[in-house]
């Protein structure tokens, strides 16, 4: 009794696991994510003052919408283009001491919504803080929620 009992169990086991399996999956659908990048520079004149701040600053960039679906849910990842060259994903920040000890930083940073794009800029150089004095370019992608059928 007690091997037919363990050779049903197996059975069922057997039954049921089997039948998790398709042997040939058809994949008739095909979806792309719906991502967009754009290349722009900040140009050193057109940085705007925070009305609260005197070493803070910032930019805006108009979202392409027309290239979206779904600017409302949009996922946006930005970069600029460092002085090595490189793209330096934001936020960044930047760590610098002068002769008598004092720390300060410069930070560059981003937000977004489904109209823009602000690119914050802050220094905080105990003498005279300055907004970027050279063209900074910068690289946006946007990742729409929606997909496109290929």
Known sequence: MKIFLKITILFVLLVSISGCFEENPTYIENYEINMHTEYFTLQPNFWVQDE???????????????KLYNPQNMAV????????????????????????????????????????????????????????????????????NSVIKQ
């Open 77 to 144: 990842l930005c970069y600029y283009r460092n002085r090595y060259g490189s793209w330096e994903a934001l936020p960044s920040t930047r760590i610098f001491w002068n002769d008598a000890g004092e720390i300060y930083s410069d930070e560059i940073w981003f937000s977004h919504d489904a109209d823009f794009v602000y690119i914050d800029y802050r220094n905080t150089i105990p003498t005279n803080p300055l907004p970027p004095q050279d063209p900074l370019l910068m690289k946006v992608v946007f990742i729409d």
């Open 52 to 66: 609260n701040s005197n070493f803070q600053w910032f930019q805006k960039y108009a979202v392409p919408v027309h």
